[in-house]
């Protein structure tokens, strides 16, 4: 294991470390408009939700480490404590990498990107039309976090509306995440998507208690085959199986733990309950 001493590193390799660890995490588009007018686009991914009711979304806008400076979205919310917060799709990510670009404060933003607007109803700042989900916001607080470059300022911001795409619905009125193909930011130059490939179920019905590894049988506890999350599967289940098939199993230990991983990863839980018994 590396240690890291927090206090013999730069600003620059600390932010390395974090924001390569943290992943992948969310990007908010912040549109937010200036005292004169105009109007300010920037990605962040300190980036999430933090409450239900009232519904709050946080994100922080760091002092710049090269001069210690408020960024505009930052400087812009403190005076009108108003924003949008719109989501980063696939289509759009790229446009909005080119919006983290340091643009002067007199540019319009959502110009530079070529991004459009879109009025909002209850807030000035404008929707982001080509982003699937916007949400409109007050700003309650700004809690800032230190004082040097680098330091953070969470935007605590109440969601007063939320727009969502129609067409982003699945049949049971729930927003499909391979419909919204939502892109997250990682360490460096990576960003992750999601789709097929990357995205999966698992089935843990929050309704249930589950036995708990500690209660499985010592022989499935130790095997050398089954791993944790195998076991995590046999262990979701309330109650453990009684054995159905009394016919006597010719396997071996490691025969029958080598199938029940298999039917494990074919969902079929019960069937490798039966093979293990
Ligand atoms: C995907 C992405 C995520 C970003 N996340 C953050 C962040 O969470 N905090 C931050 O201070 N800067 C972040 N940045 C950099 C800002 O977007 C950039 O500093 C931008 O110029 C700020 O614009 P503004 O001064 O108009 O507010 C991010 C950039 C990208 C491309």
């Given amino acids: 294991m590396k240690e890291i001493d927090i206090k013999t590193l730069k600003t620059k390799e600390l932010y390395q470390y974090l924001t390569s660890a943290v992943t992948p995490r969310p990007i908010a588009l912040v549109s937010t408009i200036s005292e004169n007018g105009m109007s300010n686009l920037s990605p962040y991914s300190f980036f999430n939700v933090f409450s239900i009711r009232p519904p709050i979304l946080i994100f922080s806008p760091v002092n710049r ?81 230190g ?8 935007v605590i911001c109440e969601v007063l509306k939320i727009h969502i795409d129609e067409k982003l619905f699945d049949s049971e009125n729930n927003i499909d995440p391979l419909k919204l193909k939502i892109v997250s ?42 791993s944790g999350a195998d076991l995590a599967t046999l262990a979701s289940v309330e109650e453990i199986p009684n054995k159905k098939n009394t016919a006597t199993n010719e396997k071996n230990t490691e025969e029958k733990h080598i199938l029940a991983k298999e039917l494990i990863s074919e969902g079929e839980t019960q069937k490798a309950w039966q093979e293990l018994l």
């Fill in 147 to 154: 004082q040097e470059g680098g330091s953070g300022n969470l």
């Fill in 65 to 145: 480490t090269i001069d210690n400076t408020k960024k505009d979205t930052l400087i812009n919310i403190s005076k009108n404590k108003e924003c949008v917060i719109g989501l980063v799709t696939e289509d759009i990510a790229q446009q909005v990498s080119l919006a983290s670009s340091n643009f002067p404060s007199e540019e319009d933003e959502f110009k530079k990107a070529g991004l459009s607007k879109h009025l909002a109803s209850l807030v000035k700042p404008s929707l982001i039309k080509d982003s699937p989900i916007n949400f409109e916001c007050k700003v309650n607080d700004i809690v800032e976090l």
């Fill in 185 to 226: 930011r990682l360490g460096g130059s990576w960003y992750g998507k999601t789709n097929e490939e990357s995205l999966y179920k698992m089935s843990k019905p929050i309704s249930k208690i589950g036995v708990g590894i500690d209660n499985l049988p010592l022989e499935i506890k130790n095997s050398k085959i089954l």
